[in-house]
């Protein structure tokens, strides 16, 4: 046998494999512990995914306003839908060129991912942010983990109707807004 032979994907997946299957050999008692099943389940995947040509787990999906296991850029010329989902990946959606005359009302959802919504300092624009253990930042310094929040740009006045609505809510994740 060669001393490369350690070094190729059959041998780790064979070693995976067996360790998988040990470890669901030893852990069938009277009590099954099920994270012990599904840690030597995932071995076993591993294992066979390696000698089949890597592992199949890291697809990642993205169209015009989702993202997925991916990363995305949005700017005002790409917004085709007003829901941007980001999870468990990262996004940017750029809306400084978003004229004062356009209304827009939008919905950023951040699950397990981070985003970041840009805006430019002139722009009227309002922020509704909800966090759930997560990290919700905002402009004036706020940063929100639990609760809610809304943010006004300097320029609205509280009689002014803003011409960017957005709606955000954060999960497991991070949500900043910056202003440029």
């Keep these: 046998m060669r001393i490369g032979f350690i070094f190729t994907q059959t041998f780790w997946g064979v070693l995976l494999i067996l360790f998988g299957i040990s470890a ?3 852990s069938f008692n009277i009590n099954i512990p099920f994270f012990r099943i599904f840690i030597a389940l995932l071995f076993i995947y591993l294992g066979v995914s390696l000698m089949i040509g890597g592992p199949r787990f890291h697809h990642s999906f993205r169209d015009g306003s989702t ?3 991916s990363n995305i ?3 005002e010329q790409d917004i085709t839908d007003n829901e941007f989902s980001i999870i468990f990946g990262s996004g940017e959606l750029d809306l400084t060129g978003i004229e004062t005359d356009q209304i827009r009302n939008l919905e950023v959802n951040v699950i397990f991912g981070s985003g970041t919504v840009i805006l430019d300092r002139n722009q009227l624009a309002e922020i509704k942010v909800s966090s759930a253990f997560g ?3 905002m402009p004036d ?3 929100i983990s639990f609760g809610e929040y809304t943010y006004r740009t300097p320029g609205l006045e509280t009689d002014t109707n803003p011409n960017i609505m957005i709606d955000g809510s954060v999960v497991f994740g991070e949500f900043t807004v ?3």
């Design 141 to 143: 310094g706020n940063n």
């Design 178 to 180: 910056v202003e440029r």
């Design 73 to 75: 850029k949005i700017t």
């Design 24 to 26: 669901i050999l030893r």
């Design 135 to 137: 990290s919700a930042r």
């Design 67 to 69: 993202a997925i296991f």
